[in-house]
Structure formats: structure tokens, C-alpha cells
């Protein structure tokens, strides 16, 4: 099982992003996907997810309005759209694979918000 995530850069205040992850190893079109984030010293947190249909979304507050997640059943594909961002998105970026019985995490990519 391999989740890759891609696509981390430094970007200044109010600029875009989008960030990848490219899954191999299992039934990518069976399990619930999502993008969380961790800051160093904080708790790793969720900041979108969506169903194996890719019908179903949420986004924490924080970054509703200005997130897009989605998804690629057919390139086993998971992506996250990032718009207005702001320092405070500053951090690393983990997508996660999850069915009833696995949890799989990506390493994580970096994303920095600075002028």
C-alpha cells in the first residue's frame, strides 16, 4: 500500500495551491479518502473528506469556501484545490485512506504560506 502526496511549496498569502496523492496497493475506489494537516507541537487535524463516490464532501470551518477536494477513481487519484490561503494553513499535508477495517496514511508534504 502506498499513498504519495505531491504538489507542497512555499506560496504567498492569498496565493493557490493543489496538492496530489496518488494511491497504489489496494481498492482506492472503496475507501473513504481525506486530507488532514499537522502543525510541529499540534494535533494532526482534518481538514477535508470525501466519499468513495466522490458525491459526498465536508471541510472544517477553517477552510470551507476556499478548499476543493476530489477525487480520481479511475487514476487513483485524490486531490485537494487550495484558494486564499493564509499563514495559518501553514503546515504538513497527509492524505488517508480509510475502510472499516484499514487506515492508511501518505508521508505528508509541505506546504508554507509566506510573503
Known amino acids: 500500500v502506498q499513498l504519495v502526496e505531491s504538489g507542497g511549496d512555499l506560496v504567498q498569502p492569498g496565493g493557490s495551491l493543489s496538492l496530489s496523492c496518488a494511491a497504489s496497493?489496494?481498492?482506492?475506489?472503496?475507501?473513504?479518502m481525506s486530507w488532514h494537516r499537522q502543525i510541529p507541537g499540534k494535533e494532526r487535524e482534518l481538514v477535508a473528506e470525501?466519499?468513495?463516490?466522490?458525491?459526498?464532501?465536508y471541510y472544517a470551518d477553517s477552510v470551507t469556501g476556499r478548499f476543493t477536494i476530489s477525487r480520481d477513481n479511475v487514476r487513483n487519484r485524490l486531490y485537494l484545490h487550495m484558494n486564499n490561503l493564509k499563514p495559518e494553513d501553514t503546515a504538513v499535508y497527509y492524505c488517508?485512506?480509510?475502510?472499516?477495517?484499514?487506515?492508511?496514511w501518505g508521508q505528508g508534504t509541505q506546504v508554507t504560506v509566506s510573503s
Open positions: 470525501v466519499s468513495t463516490a466522490g458525491g459526498d464532501t
Open positions: 488517508k485512506a480509510m475502510d472499516r477495517d484499514h487506515d492508511y
Open positions: 496497493g489496494f481498492t482506492f475506489s472503496s475507501f473513504h
